[in-house]
């Protein structure tokens, strides 16, 4: 797999940065990895052209009247299809919650040198399309197939190793976790820096599961050895630690930054009195937010929790504060049915991966 005739292959392109300034390709990261804002963390679904964005290498740019979606490798019955086929497809609806891994990487000191998240990097939308399973089983992978791999049409490079972008599932991953092959997107085409014209969601997995520009399917009789599958996306205590992968999402809550912000800091200025804190929780899996708590003044308070809008949505939640002159750091912490809470301080990986620390929201109460 490894590409040995590259110019990368010596040379990584990242800087040793662990804390403090930012370098110039972090900047330029961070300028095409965009995050949601906070604010529309009020809403059910995140207005389409505000949902994150994480692309590795260059969005490609696919006709998709001529695109095919091939399913090859151990498969008995191997085929190809193309949009409309997959339309005429029974078609399922569901409101997803996508967070990528790395969302929070910037609170874990020393940092990962790649795309420098704060809070921003997660968002649900309304996803259209057919159900990923029966297609595989259409396809009859043989008895001895171990992964089934799903391969971008992104071409790049990362610590010298050039691939497209792929990532794989077992069988017994794709039965259980409602996987669904993905045209559209709030009820409209997908957009090209979403996957157009097609994508997988993995519903209650971080992020990295849920590949787009899907060109390619294929059976493997060995493990999926894919830069993308076992060379990141691992927990890692440190630099020689094999790792664990990355799979379900962890719990988590933000909250909407109330008041109005100053323009450099992102810091909140409220006037005293009467406020609702409102904003979202979720974990992954399918498992469900039990509680939200919200930090006032040093003492945690119970948010009230609204209907979850699906098994795989996030759920809205809002606590009321009497809001007094002085400063304010707020902070919310969600528990899912697992009995799992968000912890107060980071916790550790190599590459900042699933930091689901509560979030701390500073905010300045005017005098009355
Ligand atoms: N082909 C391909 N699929 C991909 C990626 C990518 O770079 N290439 N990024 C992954 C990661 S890390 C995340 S978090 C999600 C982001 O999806 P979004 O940009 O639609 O929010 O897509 C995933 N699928
Ligand atoms: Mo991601």
């Given at each position: 797999m490894?590409?040995?005739?590259?110019?990368?292959?010596?040379?990584?392109?990242?800087?040793?940065?662990?804390?403090?300034?930012?370098?110039?390709?972090?900047?330029?990261?961070?300028?095409?990895?965009?995050?949601?804002?906070?604010?529309?963390?009020?809403?059910?679904?995140?207005?389409?052209?505000?949902?994150?964005?994480?692309?590795?290498?260059?969005?490609?740019?696919?006709?998709?009247?001529?695109?095919?979606?091939?399913?090859?490798g151990a498969?008995?019955?191997?085929?190809?299809?193309?949009?409309?086929?997959?339309?005429?497809?029974?078609?399922?609806?569901?409101?997803?919650?996508?967070?990528?891994?790395?969302?929070?990487?910037?609170?874990?000191?020393?940092?990962?040198?790649?795309?420098?998240?704060?809070?921003?990097?997660?968002?649900?939308?309304?996803?259209?399309?057919?159900?990923?399973?029966?297609?595989?089983?259409?396809?009859?992978?043989?008895?001895d197939v171990v992964d089934?791999a799903?391969?971008?049409?992104?071409?790049?490079?990362?610590?010298?190793?050039?691939?497209?972008?792929?990532?794989s599932?077992?069988?017994?991953?794709?039965?259980?976790?409602?996987?669904?092959?993905?045209?559209?997107?709030?009820?409209?085409?997908?957009?090209?820096?979403?996957?157009?014209?097609?994508?997988?969601?993995?519903?209650?997995?971080?992020?990295?599961?849920?590949?787009?520009?899907?060109?390619?399917?294929e059976a493997l009789t060995q493990p999926f050895d894919?830069?993308?599958?076992?060379?990141?996306?691992?927990?890692?205590?440190?630099?020689?630690?094999?790792?664990?992968?990355?799979?379900?999402?962890?719990?988590?809550?933000?909250?909407?930054?109330?008041?109005?912000?100053?323009?450099?800091?992102?810091?909140?200025?409220?006037?005293?009195?009467?406020?609702?804190?409102?904003?979202?929780?979720?974990?992954?899996?399918?498992?469900?937010?039990?509680?939200?708590?919200?930090?006032?003044?040093?003492?945690?308070?119970?948010?009230?929790?609204?209907?979850?809008?699906?098994?795989?949505?996030?759920?809205?939640?809002?606590?009321?504060?009497?809001?007094?002159?002085?400063?304010?750091?707020?902070?919310?912490?969600?528990?899912?049915?697992?009995?799992?809470?968000?912890?107060?301080?980071?916790?550790?990986?190599?590459?900042?991966?699933?930091?689901?620390?509560?979030?701390?929201?500073?905010?300045?109460?005017?005098?009355?």
């Amino acid at each position: 797999m490894a590409n040995t005739d590259n110019p990368f292959l010596g040379y990584s392109g990242r800087i040793d940065t662990k804390d403090g300034v930012y370098s110039q390709s972090e900047v330029g990261l961070a300028n095409r990895n965009s995050g949601n804002l906070l604010e529309t963390l009020a809403l059910d679904i995140t207005p389409t052209g505000l949902h994150y964005l994480l692309i590795h290498f260059d969005v490609p740019l696919i006709d998709a009247g001529a695109h095919r979606l091939g399913f090859s490798g151990a498969f008995d019955a191997p085929f190809e299809l193309g949009l409309d086929e997959i339309k005429a497809l029974p078609q399922v609806t569901l409101p997803v919650t996508l967070e990528c891994a790395g969302n929070g990487r910037s609170g874990i000191s020393p940092r990962a040198h790649s795309m420098p998240w704060l809070y921003e990097a997660v968002g649900t939308s309304e996803w259209t399309g057919t159900p990923l399973r029966p297609l595989i089983e259409r396809a009859r992978p043989r008895a001895d197939v171990v992964d089934i791999a799903f391969f971008g049409a992104d071409y790049g490079f990362d610590k010298g190793v050039g691939h497209c972008f792929g990532r794989s599932l077992t069988l017994e991953q794709i039965a259980d976790l409602d996987v669904m092959l993905v045209h559209s997107m709030n009820g409209q085409p997908l957009l090209p820096q979403h996957g157009a014209p097609l994508r997988l969601i993995v519903p209650g997995w971080y992020g990295m599961a849920s590949v787009k520009w899907l060109g390619r399917i294929e059976a493997l009789t060995q493990p999926f050895d894919g830069f993308q599958q076992v060379q990141t996306y691992r927990f890692r205590d440190s630099d020689t630690d094999p790792g664990r992968p990355v799979t379900t999402m962890r719990v988590k809550s933000l909250m909407v930054p109330p008041g109005v912000p100053d323009w450099g800091t992102r810091k909140r200025y409220l006037e005293p009195g009467p406020v609702t804190l409102v904003g979202r929780a979720w974990s992954g899996g399918g498992v469900p937010v039990t509680r939200v708590e919200v930090e006032l003044d040093g003492v945690w308070r119970e948010a009230r929790l609204e209907q979850q809008t699906g098994r795989h949505a996030w759920t809205k939640w809002s606590c009321d504060w009497l809001a007094s002159p002085g400063d304010h750091v707020l902070r919310c912490r969600a528990t899912d049915a697992n009995g799992a809470v968000q912890p107060l301080d980071p916790p550790w990986d190599v590459a900042g991966f699933a930091n689901n620390a509560a979030q701390k929201v500073h905010v300045f109460v005017a005098e009355g």
